[in-house]
Nanobody
Framework: QVQLVESGGGLVQPGGSLRLSCGAS????????MYWARQAPGKGFEWVSA????????FYADSVKGRFTISRDNAKNTLYLHMNSLKSEDTAVYYC?????????WGQGTQVIVSS
């Protein structure tokens, strides 16, 4: 059974930091390109970041570049998103996605609220 389980969300003040994790099981994690996406209240999905299978190449949306860092640990089947200098506009449900060719797997999401 394929599972992607996000964790690490919560309430944080502007300027603060959080680390999101996405634990994978039921598929060969190291073979999949991994993504983080988010959906803010009342808005559509926004792609946030991506990382290749080996972790050597990373990609970021302009809105998070320089503040967020994506990483993965293939030995632990886990994807991470380190988020620094958080802003109110980062408030959203964050989802991880695994992709290989035409196959997509999504997690259930973790809520991040940036508010004072």
């Amino acid at each position: 059974q394929v599972q992607l389980v996000e964790s690490g969300g919560g309430l944080v003040q502007p300027g603060g930091s959080l680390r999101l994790s996405c634990g994978a099981s039921g598929f060969t994690f190291s073979s999949y390109f991994m993504y983080w996406a988010r959906q803010a209240p009342g808005k559509g999905f926004e792609w946030v970041s991506a990382i290749d299978t080996g972790g050597g190449r990373t990609f970021y949306a302009d809105s998070v570049k320089g503040r967020f860092t994506i990483s993965r640990d293939n030995a632990k089947n886990t994807l991470y998103l380190h988020m620094n200098s958080l802003k109110s506009e980062d408030t959203a449900v964050y989802y991880c996605k695994a992709k290989l060719l035409r196959v997509d797997y999504w997690g259930q999401g973790t809520q991040v609220i940036v508010s004072s």
